[in-house]
């Protein structure tokens, strides 16, 4: 039998994988200090889509079932075009993924660290401020510095010419649906709290477009479902980003420091996959170091986990281009029909 590792471990950044990460080393012994230079834990945000990998991931960080009982099951879903015609449906799913607003999963994570571990209104420190510390977690989101500190500027996210916008409005919907129109896309789910979520993405400049009435703008020859979310929106709901994803890291670790999650491997929101990977990663991570020397361990880590995400990245780019595609629809709507009725 194996005997437990325990050490000292710094996570930089209070985000889903870094506490993720910070449960799981918590549950084995050892000492962790999560800095956040965030105030407080958010108070809004819009539902993720926790695949069974990431219901994995908090089952070993000791959160096993907390996810479900909170939040809502996916067990099918419907593809549509953006006048309303049904392309595909999926039913039955076997593992289906559970829709979770971002803070009521943040809110999950930090309940299972005791007080005072996560330091609010702390900006990670750089790497070499750490020395006290057997590794450092760098978990500091898509504009990581310490990413920046460690492999360059050459490796900052690049713009994957994506704009998105995301909210949610009152009232819950039995139905999961994406809508795909020319270089554009939108999706409506339910979620936690009795509300439905909604999502847009468009084609477009970096910088280039932002507000509420963009988006009715952009939408409003769309099929009746889209307008009726549009027109219920609150202002004050609607979050707006431009999408950016990660060139290629030569290694995720460097020293005695680990990047995962999007300081690792930012990647377009089109399979869904961002908060999912970044857990798995936490909670990978976090088991090795329980099982090996740090310098060993972190040699696992990037070895089982870098390829993995990078061709996820990859993968997300091509669905972003096929979703929201101006040409060939018509044989992507067909490909995809034929998989539905196979599934």
Same mark, same amino acid.
Not at 47 to 59: F, K, R, S, Y
Not at 171 to 180: I, L, V
């Given at each position: 039998m194996t005997t437990p590792r325990s050490g000292k471990a710094a996570v930089l950044g209070g985000g889903i994988g870094g506490l993720t990460a910070a449960n799981t080393l918590l549950r084995h012994g050892w000492h962790v200090d999560v800095f956040e230079r965030s105030a407080a834990l958010p108070e809004s945000g819009t539902? =993720?889509? =926790? +695949?069974?990998?990431? =219901?994995?991931?908090?089952?070993t960080a000791g959160l096993g079932g907390a996810a479900e009982s909170q939040g809502v099951l996916q067990t099918s879903g419907t593809f549509r075009r953006w006048d309303g015609r049904v392309i595909a449906r999926f039913e039955g799913i076997r593992r289906p993924a559970v829709l979770l607003s971002r803070p009521a999963l943040l809110g999950l994570l930090a309940g299972g660290v005791p007080s005072g571990t996560i330091r609010f209104g702390r900006p990670a420190p750089a790497p070499g401020d750490l020395t006290g510390y057997d590794v450092v977690i760098a978990a500091d989101g898509i504009g990581s510095p310490t990413r920046d500190l460690l492999f360059g500027d050459a490796y900052r996210p690049l713009y994957t010419g994506l704009t998105a916008w995301r909210g949610w409005v009152a009232?819950?919907?039995?139905?999961? $649906?994406? $809508? +795909?129109g020319p270089g554009a896309l939108f999706g409506i789910t339910p979620r936690d709290g009795d509300l439905t979520n909604w999502f847009a993405a468009v084609r477009a400049p970096a910088g280039s477009t932002g507000g509420l009435d963009d988006v009715r703008e952009r939408y409003r020859h769309w099929h009746p479902a889209v307008r009726d979310v549009l027109d219920r929106v609150e202002p004050g709901t609607v979050l707006h980003h431009d999408l950016y994803e990660s060139p290629r890291l030569p290694s995720y670790v460097r020293g005695t420091v680990a990047l995962i999650g999007d300081a690792a491997h930012a990647m377009a929101p089109n399979l869904g996959r961002g908060a999912c990977e970044a857990m798995v990663d936490g909670a990978t991570l976090a088991t090795l170091l329980t099982l090996h020397p740090v310098p060993d361990a972190l040699r696992r880590y990037d070895r089982e986990r870098r390829r993995r995400t990078q061709r996820l990245v990859t993968a997300s780019h091509l669905v972003s281009r096929l979703t929201t595609a101006h040409r060939g629809t018509g044989i992507r709507d067909a490909i995809l029909a034929g998989a539905a009725r196979f599934a």
């Open positions: 539902a =993720l889509g =926790l +695949w069974p990998e990431a =219901l994995d991931a908090l089952e009232g819950t919907t039995d139905d999961t $649906s994406e $809508s +795909w």
